[in-house]
Structures are given as structure tokens and as C-alpha cells.
């Protein structure tokens, strides 16, 4: 099983920017699929963005053009650049692999294997 660690959470103000990192440990990493998601309490936890074995990636709307997933093989680890931050990002963010082959649904959190432990992202105004 894969584990995955982040960090590069933290308190932004509105319009400001932040980078998550996630280090991954126990797999083959160029063959992961991996993904961010972030969580609300009281919400289901919601696909925001995942990058491929072949490193063709996509975003969900609420954050295209403001985040962008990058994976470097070399280091096993991914990251997420996030700019231009507002309140409503505000969430715990996990970042997520995926070993199985097969369809592949890279915004459903049932499609991932394993999960970093999160990290708190608060942004205020």
C-alpha cells in the first residue's frame, strides 16, 4: 500500500497563494494516479484536481485557472500551486493514489486507494 504524506498547509489571506506537497512512499510512483481533494465539515469530500501516470491532468471548475497539480516522478512527490486563494477554499486538503489499473474516475474519492492524512488550508478575507 502506498503511503502518502503532505504539507504546505496554512492561513492565507483572500488573493493570496499557497503550495501543498505530497510525498509518497511504498509503490512503483510512475505508475500512480494521483489527485487532491479537499473537505468541508459536513461535506462530502470533493475532487479538485489529478494528474495521470502520463502526466495529462484536469481540474475541477471551482479551481481551474487558479491551481495547478504537478508531479515529479524523480522525487515521488506532488504537488498543488494554488493561486489566488479565496474563502470558499478554505478545507482540509488530502492528496490521493491510485495503484488498481481499470476506468478510472480521477474526482470520485472512491476510486483512490490511499490518502495522505490532510492538511488545513484556511483562507480569510
Known amino acids: 500500500e502506498v503511503q502518502l504524506v503532505e504539507s504546505g498547509g496554512g492561513s492565507v489571506q483572500s488573493g493570496g497563494s499557497l503550495r501543498l506537497f505530497c510525498v509518497a512512499s511504498?509503490?512503483?510512483?510512475?505508475?500512480?494516479?494521483l489527485g487532491w481533494f479537499r473537505q468541508v465539515p459536513g461535506k462530502e469530500r470533493e475532487g479538485i484536481a489529478y494528474?495521470?501516470?502520463?502526466?495529462?491532468?484536469d481540474y475541477a471548475d471551482s479551481v481551474k485557472g487558479r491551481f495547478t497539480i504537478s508531479r515529479d516522478n524523480a522525487a515521488s512527490t506532488m504537488s498543488l500551486q494554488m493561486n489566488d486563494l479565496k474563502t470558499e477554499d478554505t478545507a482540509t486538503y488530502y492528496c490521493?493514489?491510485?495503484?488498481?489499473?481499470?476506468?478510472?474516475?480521477?474526482?470520485?474519492?472512491?476510486?483512490?486507494?490511499?490518502w495522505g492524512q490532510g492538511t488545513q488550508v484556511t483562507v480569510f478575507s
Open positions: 511504498g509503490a512503483d510512483y510512475s505508475d500512480l494516479r
Open positions: 490521493a493514489a491510485r495503484e488498481r489499473r481499470g476506468f478510472w474516475s480521477p474526482f470520485e474519492a472512491a476510486d483512490y486507494d490511499s
Open positions: 494528474v495521470n501516470a502520463i502526466d495529462r491532468s
